[in-house]
């Protein structure tokens, strides 16, 4: 029987220290600095608050990550207000021999190695002494910006703190979700972020046109931002046309200002039809993906999509829900060829395409030397037309990159249903996809 390894000094030194809180905080002053994040794991382990309020205090590097260590463990209310309360006490000193503390990142998915690399188990360190931000004036915090219906005390708490500090202590959103909550309620929370930190941005809301004009303002300060996904805005009966174009072209004007947008998801946007044109005029940048989905359109607005928007760098289009049964196929295949180079993802689910409409795609789609996946659930194609879609040699395109032809085949349940059907006269259609197969 193997015997438990023996406690290593350092654990032994923390544990002895913890024991007596009054010597633990008045041994930060001298305590070396590889030691703090061992003891400061087994403070917030043990609960032992005013200890990690010192702590914070004397912290000897850029960063402290304190959401990944409540990651592995339970949050506890009263250790997270300690960590705070520490930032607190340390931004109202003037003099601050030990300062280094740069950010309190709350980020549950950053720094996944740092508690690790010191306590030995890792052997690289030096990548983080380095801080992430480059002003040394200021403390920020960074979170996940997840918002719940009903904010619980801890960010309460958090916000609380930023408001009393405001101008020293920056609270810093990479991601933030907003669901259903009213529209004052998400001001506060907009005017205590830096808006120019958020990277990702979900509205998931039900709200009114003349709401999401409110909104607006604050979209065009999210400098930063590279994923908008926005969802369920409503043209409200009360409004005049007048109301409703100068709301609309408040929330487009914001695309000028997002330079490093790269992903942009609109669903069940009711506004759209026939107005698509003034959101891609402010497109700036080339983006990656663009999902409408469940909107309305026009065959206007599809010749603008297929002539107008960048395709320089698409990789994901989605169109699911957009009905195009009674449009010319035309724009739809322009579109598809003119991002054939670099399509690898393409969603055309419940568009109620029919035969004609499929069959002239068709050879654009052999174009997509990249694409991985086609997405074609929900849309009635006729028995005939998938059998010619699965017979051998009936259709392949030539990839340009490899060399190789391309083989359009379609899935093995859909094999399976044409098997075992005897005359049925419609399917909803399961996805093809290209099959690359050599010379």
Same mark, same amino acid.
């Given at each position: ?57 004397? %912290? ?38 030990? %300062? ?14 740092? #508690?690790?690399? #010191? ?87 039900? %709200? ?57 998801? @609109? ?28 909107? @309305? ?37 322009? @579109? ?71 083989? #359009? ?16 006269? %419609? ?5 093809? #996809? ?6």
């Amino acid at each position: 029987m193997s015997m438990p390894a023996p406690p290593r000094l350092l654990d032994l030194a923390g544990q002895s220290l913890l024991r007596d809180q009054a010597s633990a905080i008045a041994a930060l002053e001298v305590l070396p600095m590889e030691l703090f994040p061992p003891l400061f794991t087994a403070a917030f382990a043990g609960r032992h608050s005013e200890t990690l309020k010192a702590m914070v205090q004397a %912290w000897p590097f850029p960063c402290l990550p304190l959401g990944a260590l409540m990651k592995e463990q339970q949050p506890h209310q009263e250790t997270f207000q300690a960590a705070l309360d520490g930032l607190d006490v340390l931004l109202a000193q003037e003099v601050r021999p030990r %300062w280094k503390l740069q950010v309190l990142d709350l980020r549950k998915n950053a720094h996944q190695d740092f #508690w690790t690399v #010191w306590s030995g188990t890792r052997a690289s360190m030096y990548s983080l002494l380095e801080p992430e931000v480059a002003q040394p004036t200021r403390k920020k915090q960074k979170v996940d910006g997840c918002r719940p219906r009903t904010p619980d005390e801890s960010v309460a708490y958090l916000i609380q703190k930023v408001k009393q500090r405001k101008g020293l202590l920056h609270l810093c959103c990479k991601k933030l979700k907003i669901f259903a909550m009213p529209m004052q309620n998400i001001r506060k929370i907009l005017n205590i972020v830096q808006l120019d930190s958020i990277q990702d941005l979900e509205v998931n809301c039900t %709200w009114k046109l003349s709401t999401l004009g409110k909104f607006a303002p604050h979209l065009g300060q999210m400098a930063n931002l590279r994923r908008l996904l926005l969802s369920h805005i409503h043209m409200s009966s009360h409004s005049t046309p007048a109301k409703e174009e100068q709301c609309i072209s408040q929330f487009t004007a914001q695309f000028l200002r997002l330079h490093h947008l790269e992903e942009l998801y @609109l669903d069940s946007i009711s506004f759209l039809e026939d107005r698509l044109d003034q959101v891609l005029r402010c497109l700036k940048t080339p983006l990656e993906t663009l999902s409408i989905t469940n909107c @309305l359109l026009s065959e206007s607005d599809l010749t603008h999509l297929s002539q107008h928007l960048n395709v320089s760098q698409l990789k994901d289009l989605g169109l699911s829900g957009v009905s195009l049964t009674n449009m010319s196929p035309e724009p739809l295949q322009v @579109l598809i060829e003119r991002a054939s180079a670099t399509l690898q993802d393409l969603d055309l689910d419940e568009c109620g395409i029919m035969d004609s409409q499929f069959t002239d795609i068709l050879p654009a789609l052999g174009r997509c030397s990249q694409l991985t996946t086609f997405s074609f659930c929900g849309n009635p194609i006729s028995m005939a037309v998938l059998e010619n879609l699965l017979r051998p040699g009936t259709y392949q395109g030539a990839n340009s990159t490899t060399g190789e032809k391309v083989l #359009w085949k379609g899935s093995h349940e859909l094999c399976q249903t044409l098997d075992s059907s005897t005359s049925p006269q %419609w399917i909803q259609s399961l996805p093809p #996809w290209p099959l690359a197969v050599p010379r």
